[in-house]
């Protein structure tokens, strides 16, 4: 069984907050991502990380920004929460050194609504 | 660019019906295709994956699914579905091989006693 972990899991928040949603794994894994879900759509990366001081930006532009100072920690902060953030984000690790190309195990999400 | 099709949103079968959900890849290259399931309120988690060899791998759960190369596509299939199946479904490739997945929209799936 994965051990990854997302606080919080809801989250509602008023516009110009800033917000931080925690992501924590307890496996060793090397690489971790950021994935942002809306219903019906598919996941989008939109961070990710292979190591201690490694950030990359995914493949969908996001105003949030992570960092990576622990291995087993990857948070996402929004500096100034909109409405157009409500969405549901997940986070996921993998180990890079079993070669297991894309399995990744997810965290339950954290749901975001900024009213 | 790569891209991953679900062609049906929703999905609803009666416990012990067959089920096949769709999945077509556009890619240049043979992908490594994925299928994951998301359970209402909880994570994704892998049913079963494709790299080479043989086309029909089976994965947890009682899924299976087949690669074809002639139709893009990378079906999962189950002979008989449980309630417990009900859940949401998403197919995915690997991009640039360094781990990161493009996802289709994903297909839900409802079980009817």
């Known amino acids: 069984e994965a051990d990854i972990y997302q606080t919080p899991r809801y989250l509602v928040i008023g516009t110009g907050k800033k917000i931080t949603l925690e992501c924590s794994q307890t496996?060793?894994?090397?690489?971790m991502y950021w994935y942002q879900q809306d219903p019906g759509m598919e996941l989008h990366l939109i961070h990710y990380?292979?190591?201690?001081?490694?950030?990359e930006k995914g493949d969908l532009s996001s105003e949030s920004t992570v960092s990576r100072i622990r291995t087993e920690h990857f948070p996402l902060t929004l500096e100034s929460a909109r409405p157009s953030h409500t969405s549901q984000y997940l986070c996921?690790?993998?180990?890079?050194?079993?070669?297991?190309?894309?399995?990744?195990?997810f965290g339950e999400g954290s749901r975001l609504t900024v009213l | 660019a790569q891209s991953v099709t679900q062609p049906d949103i929703h999905i609803t079968v009666s416990e012990g019906a067959s089920l096949e959900l769709r999945c077509n890849y556009s890619?240049?290259?043979?992908?490594?295709l994925f299928w994951y399931v998301q359970s209402p309120g909880q994570g994704l988690q892998l049913l079963l994956k494709?790299?080479?060899?043989?086309?029909l791998v089976q994965g947890i759960k009682g899924f299976e699914a087949e690669f074809k190369r002639s139709q893009s596509s990378f079906n999962l299939r189950k002979p008989s579905v449980h309630w417990s199946d009900a859940a949401e479904y998403f197919c995915?490739?690997?991009?640039?091989?360094?781990?990161?997945?493009?996802f289709g929209a994903g297909t839900r799936l409802a079980v009817h006693p």
């Open positions: 890619y240049g290259a043979t992908p490594y």
């Open positions: 990380s292979y190591g201690v001081n490694s950030t």
């Open positions: 995915a490739v690997v991009w640039g091989g360094y781990n990161k997945l493009i």
């Open positions: 496996m060793g894994h090397d690489k």
């Open positions: 494709y790299f080479s060899g043989d086309t």
């Open positions: 996921a690790s993998s180990d890079r050194d079993t070669g297991e190309i894309g399995e990744l195990f």
